[in-house]
């Protein structure tokens, strides 16, 4: 498999992190990449938060001394504002990759025009794109922009988002094959990706429902896509980076790692000293617990020891809990390929701004205002 080429970035291994908000923190994005190789991109910060100075910001904005490659993914709906932070990341963080999020679904967001419901206005679309790329330009480092199908199933924009970002001199894109009311219901629709790797010159990154490696290695040779993009199937499991690099290396797909649950204790308490590294016990612990039902999903350990475990508070107290599971239990393999983390439901109707459908541009007379908040951190 030939390696990602994102503008004069070379990622040899064509996986990336996908960027999951209170999840790809630094310690997290650590953790996967001791496991494996490409391209881990930090939880999603905002434009307007970076320009400002917001502390909650600044303060998701860490990188680990073992990080390589710095990459960030930027929220933004206002061109100067991401503009500004793109500068901003290039200038005093080093950052060798910036990824702009047109693809989160959460109503908060999509009903001020943001995140999924943004690509509808193209010329916008097109201005933040623009900004971005010439403001990393002088650095030298390559945007990417993050998108879903569309708003619903009769409102598509990933193809026209994909010419856009192309013109706008995107070094690639990224597209989740699901729609905005799709949520992250059903199933994702590589056929979009397919699709969209017709459309444009530039490379596609294909992302949604990849569980085991052996579904990265399927959605690149069935769409034709540069590099896949990971996320709910390594909640738990930051080894399948170990999978994905050998999956895309000269050994092929074949070696599916079955930790024991003794090796998945140890990678817990890796996880969960990292986090405490990077923000002391207390947060450290309390941001491990959403973890504790994803690495312990289908082992047998009891409801009361995970219960304590979703309630730990120190290393201390990890380490007793850890020790009451059986190291010697196998994998439970019923859970490869099965789905994981967030699915939900569809929504029967997505929230956008007063008259968003009305135009597609965003920019001329009459254009909804699209606000911008400081410390918009639900993700996508
Ligand atoms: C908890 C969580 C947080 C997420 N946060 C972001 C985000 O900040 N930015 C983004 O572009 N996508 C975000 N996503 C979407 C993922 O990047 C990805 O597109 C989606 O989960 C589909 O890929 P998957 O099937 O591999 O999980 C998030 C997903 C989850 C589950």
Redesign the pocket.
């Known amino acids: 498999m030939t390696a990602l080429r994102l503008g004069s970035l070379e990622v040899p291994t064509p996986v990336v992190l ?7 923190n630094a310690a997290y994005r650590r953790l996967c990449a001791e496991h494996g190789a490409g391209l881990y991109v930090c ?2 910060i905002t434009s307007r938060g970076l320009v400002e100075g917001d502390e909650n910001t600044k303060r998701m904005l860490v990188f680990d001394d073992a990080e390589q490659l710095r990459s960030v ?1 930027l ?1 933004g709906t206002d061109p100067t504002y991401v503009g500004q932070a793109t500068k901003i990341l290039c200038e005093e963080y080093g950052v060798a990759h910036v ?1 702009l ?4 679904p959460v109503p908060k967001v999509t009903r001020k025009g943001g ?1 999924g419901a943004l690509p509808w206005k193209r010329n916008l679309l097109g201005r933040i794109l623009e900004e971005a790329v010439a403001a990393a330009a002088p650095y030298d480092v390559p945007v990417t922009m ?1 998108t ?1 199908k569309g708003l619903d199933d009769d409102h598509l924009t990933y193809l026209d988002a994909g010419r856009i970002a192309q013109e706008a001199g995107c070094a690639a894109i ?1 597209l ?1 094959g ?1 729609t905005v009311a799709q949520a ?1 219901s059903g199933t ?1 629709d590589w056929d979009a990706i397919a699709a969209l790797v017709a459309h444009v010159d530039i490379p596609v990154l294909g ?5 085991e490696a052996a579904d990265a290695v399927r959605m690149v040779e069935q769409t034709g896509a540069a590099g896949v ?7 738990g499991r930051p080894w399948l980076f170990r999978d994905l690099a050998a999956a895309f290396g000269p050994e092929g797909v074949g070696s599916t790692t079955l930790p024991t649950l003794g090796e998945v204790t140890a990678m817990m308490r890796r996880h969960a000293e990292l986090l405490c590294e990077h923000m002391g016990e207390e947060r450290g612990c309390k941001e491990f617990r959403k973890h504790v039902s994803w690495y312990l999903k289908g082992f047998r350990a009891g409801g009361e020891l995970r219960r304590s475990l979703g309630l730990v508070d120190s290393l201390a107290a990890l380490d007793e809990l850890l020790a009451g599971l059986d190291p010697d239990e196998p994998f439970p393999v019923s859970e490869l390929g099965a ?1 994981r ?2 699915q939900g439901a569809p929504r029967h109707k997505v929230v956008l701004p007063e008259g968003w459908l009305d135009d597609t541009d965003g920019l001329g007379e009459g254009a909804c205002g699209v606000l911008e908040d400081v410390d918009e951190t ?3």
């Not at 992302?207 to 569980?211: A, E, H, K, M, T």
């Open positions: 996908a960027p999951m908000a209170g999840i790809t939880e999603m993914q929220y990824d999020n047109f693809g989160c995140g993050k879903r990224a989740h699901r992250y994702a992302n949604g429902d990849i569980w993009v990971v996320g709910r199937g390594c909640l789905p983390g967030r639900t993700g996508g």
